[in-house]
């Protein structure tokens, strides 16, 4: 997930490796001055302008990478359907820049109803019923990984003394 950030009078977007690779380009630095508006979209994928050209992309997926069309030179590293993040510039190397917004620096306001609800369907077992209850088992007896009661060992034999 790339991170936005402000070093001194510039605003850096930060790639990781494997995004590097995947945009064909390292970190984009632009000056604050040329920052027109900020905004957050609900949805990226409305935003996204022109061909991706250099770049990776799978349409709802993920884009990555240049985006370029008639008057238009934007940057979008978008992933799935999380928020995004869209800077509009003037006088800079892009255009836009549309970044998505990692899910724990997403504040609870910019979360819809729809983008909640595909954040619990993707993480793991939000949806599945939880497992039966099990009771513990009786006194002097242990459960085996299978689930089996078995009895405990009560001393006696080969020296060994029995538990108090």
């Not at 238009?72 to 510039?89: I, K, Q, S």
């Not at 007896?141 to 001393?155: H, T």
Request: with cysteine; charged share 20%.
């Amino acid at each position: 997930m790339p991170t936005l950030t402000v070093d001194g009078n510039h605003l850096v977007v930060l790639l990781s490796a494997l995004e590097k690779i995947g945009a064909l380009r390292g970190n984009i630095s632009v000056p604050l001055a040329s920052v027109r508006a900020v905004r957050v979209s609900d949805t990226p994928w409305s935003e996204l302008r022109g061909i991706r050209a250099p770049g990776t992309g799978l349409p709802r997926v993920i884009s990555l990478g240049t985006r370029r069309g008639p008057g238009v030179h934007d940057f979008a590293a978008v992933y799935g359907p999380r928020p995004a993040l869209v800077v509009e510039m003037t006088g800079a190397s892009f255009d836009r820049l549309v970044v998505s917004c990692a899910d724990s620096a997403e504040p609870p306001a910019w979360r819809t109803p729809r983008a909640e609800a595909h954040r619990l369907a993707r993480s793991r077992g939000s949806f599945r019923r939880p497992p039966p209850h099990v009771p513990r088992p009786a006194a002097g007896l242990f459960r085996s990984r299978k689930g089996r009661a078995r009895p405990v060992f009560q001393g006696g034999g080969r020296g060994r003394a029995a538990p108090p």
